[in-house]
């Protein structure tokens, strides 16, 4: 994390980072309602149909996940990798 970063950035940022993740937490919620009374309807129906869009909403989610806690802003991930450019850039002359 950029240690110049003044207190209405931090907190900009912050606030930006609690509503993406919060953002996720819902969609998980709702993902998992939802799953359950397709469930339930297959299940009833005898077949278990409910199965694929469970593996397809679930990648979605996963891939929602990801972004959220691992390459969003402030994260270790994205961290690492803006200091290695970073670095790069500092020893070009010319970045273009």
Do not use: C
Not at 22 to 37: E, G, I, S
Not at 40 to 59: C, D, E, N, T
Not at 65 to 87: D, I, N, T
């Amino acid at each position: 994390m950029n240690p110049t970063l003044s207190s209405t950035d931090l907190d900009r940022l912050a606030r930006r980072r609690a509503a993406a993740k919060l953002r996720w937490y819902l969609h998980a919620t709702v993902y998992v309602a939802v799953n359950a009374v397709l469930a339930g309807i297959s299940s009833l129906q005898g077949h278990h149909w409910a199965v694929f869009p469970a593996l397809g909403w679930g990648l979605g989610l996963l891939v929602h996940g990801v972004v959220v806690f691992g390459v969003m802003p402030g994260s270790a991930l994205y961290e690492r990798l803006l200091s290695k450019e970073r670095q790069r850039l500092v020893a070009q002359r010319d970045p273009w």
